[in-house]
């Protein structure tokens, strides 16, 4: 039997439980504020500190099951090209996914997902509707494992919006950094995106990564990365998957090139 929401998420700190109340309201205002402003949100010590060394636990034993990718693309994750644009700069990207379907019944990210009530404030502090879990049976939650040398390079997310819990930060490295709004719908600014690709344009912002933060993300026009993973701790995140579409899947062959399976 999985644990009340309570004993993973910190409510007293986060009433999220309860989004009428004055407080709940308040963190409500505070998350769409940080998200216009920067493109980000991070609630530090979200998940409790007992979740947390459970699910770096889990993570870690079900290692020998999880998928490993070590790839190169671009930041579009289209064809690369062979002229001077940003589609011809090659990135690395390199990890280990544990796929929802592995995850423990019992396991404190599935009490976590499973709770309507952090569905409801997720959409609501994204601005989000409808909102909805989903239903991939493979990859709904996972938890990423980056071992050393093992990074996320720089690119753009197909989604609008991203959720993701830190649980084992690295010794070093594995720093997630982004330029906020570095495009947009109108303008693909490619000159700023290729700066950018090369250290040398302004306003690259790098959040903490303290265990049990939950972060959320704008990444369809804000360019983002993890820098690679230093030392001998590996770095644990979970990645909690949304849609504004009921019953939404990830396509077999994308299941197969995040979780190298189809179900």
């Known amino acids: 039997m999985s644990e009340a929401p309570s004993a993973v998420i910190d409510l007293d700190r986060y009433p999220i439980d309860d989004l009428e109340s004055p407080k709940a309201q308040a963190l409500l205002a505070f998350c769409r504020a940080s998200l216009e ?48 644009s940003p589609h011809a700069v090659r990135e690395h990207t390199s990890k280990s996914a544990v796929a929802w379907d592995l995850i423990a019944a019992d396991s404190p990210l599935r009490t976590a997902y499973e709770w309507d009530g952090l569905t409801t404030f997720l959409g609501q502090a994204l601005g989000v509707e409808p909102f909805f879990r989903y239903a991939d049976p493979l990859g709904a939650a996972s938890l990423m494992l980056f071992d050393q040398g093992d990074e996320l390079g720089w690119h753009f997310d197909r989604s609008p919006f991203a959720v993701t819990v830190m649980l084992q930060p690295p010794l070093e490295g ?5 330029h906020h709004h570095l495009r ?21 912002i790098t959040l903490p990564g303290s265990p049990g933060a ?27 998957a949304y849609s504004q579409k009921p019953d939404d899947k990830l396509n077999p062959l994308t299941q197969k090139l995040f979780y190298g399976r189809t179900v």
């Open 37 to 84: 402003f920067e493109g980000a949100c991070q609630l530090p010590g979200f998940f409790r500190p007992a979740a947390v060394a459970a699910l770096v636990s889990e993570a870690l034993a079900r290692r020998p099951e999880s998928w490993r990718t070590d790839d190169e693309h671009n930041v579009y994750f289209e064809p690369l090209t062979q002229d001077s």
């Open 174 to 178: 594995g720093e997630y950094q982004y």
């Open 184 to 204: 947009s719908g109108e303008n693909e600014n490619e000159a700023g995106v290729l700066a950018a690709l090369r250290d040398d344009y302004a306003g690259r």
């Open 214 to 240: 939950l972060t959320m993300f704008r990444g369809q026009y804000s360019m983002h990365r993890v820098t690679p993973v230093a030392g001998d701790q590996t770095r644990i995140n979970a990645v909690l």
